[in-house]
C-alpha cells in the first residue's frame, strides 16, 4: 500500500483542488520564507521555492511523496507580490486593469528515501477587463484581495474581473492539476487506478 501523498502547504485552494481529484493527502506547512532574490525572474522564482518547500518537508519524512508549490503574478516580468494593504491592493489592481498578466506555479515532487525530485513550472495567461475605481475599492472592501497572489482569486468573487485565460485555471487557482497527475504518473507516486 502506498503511502499518503503530504502538500508543503496550509493554502486552502491547494488543498480543495488535490480533494476535488480525490487524492490522499496530509498536510505539512513548510515554512519556507517566500522571499525575493534580486533579478530573479518569476519562473525562477516559483521552481526555488517549491523545490524549496518540498526538500523542507520531506527532510522530516524521507518515506513519503511530498509536494511543494509556489505561485505568483507577473506582468511586464516584474512579480506582484500578495498584498498587505488598501494601498497597495489598489496600486495592484490599477496595474491588472485592462491588461494581459501571467500567473506562474512551481510545483515539485519530492521523495527523499528514493532520491527522487522533479520540479515543474507552469504558466497561465489572464486577461482582465478595464476596472473603474468603484469596482476595485469596492472589491478590496470584500477583503479578498488580501493574501492573494497579485491582489485577486479568480475562483472567488474576483472572477468578475477576468475576461479571458489562455492555459490551466488550476494553475491560476494555486495548483495546475493536469501537469501534477502527469508528473506523479511518471514518478510512480500514487497509484490512480487503485479504488477503495
Not at 468573487?157 to 511518471?186: D, K, W
Amino acid at each position: 500500500m502506498m503511502e499518503k501523498l503530504i502538500l508543503a502547504s496550509s493554502s486552502p485552494r491547494r488543498r480543495q483542488l488535490l480533494r476535488q481529484i480525490g487524492l490522499d493527502f496530509d498536510e505539512f506547512p513548510s515554512g519556507v520564507k517566500e522571499d525575493f532574490i534580486d533579478g530573479e525572474g518569476p519562473k525562477d522564482h516559483v521552481l526555488r521555492l517549491a523545490e524549496g518547500k518540498a526538500r523542507k518537508v520531506g527532510q522530516m519524512y524521507p518515506n513519503r511523496w511530498v509536494i511543494g508549490a509556489d505561485t505568483v503574478v507577473s506582468i511586464d516580468g516584474v512579480i506582484l507580490g500578495k498584498p498587505q494593504t488598501e494601498r497597495e491592493a489598489y496600486q495592484m489592481l490599477i496595474r491588472l486593469s485592462g491588461r494581459d498578466h501571467v500567473v506562474v506555479t512551481g510545483v515539485s515532487l519530492w521523495h527523499g528515501a528514493k532520491g527522487k525530485v522533479e520540479t515543474i513550472a507552469v504558466e497561465t495567461l489572464v486577461g482582465i477587463k478595464t476596472l473603474n475605481p468603484e469596482e476595485i475599492n469596492w472589491y478590496i472592501g470584500t477583503g479578498e484581495p488580501f493574501g492573494k497572489a497579485g491582489g485577486y482569486a479568480i475562483q472567488g468573487i474576483g472572477a468578475f474581473m477576468v475576461q479571458r485565460i489562455e492555459g490551466s485555471y488550476t494553475n491560476v487557482v494555486g495548483l495546475p492539476l493536469c501537469e501534477l497527475l502527469e508528473v506523479l504518473n511518471h514518478l510512480k507516486a500514487v497509484d490512480l487506478l487503485r479504488r477503495p
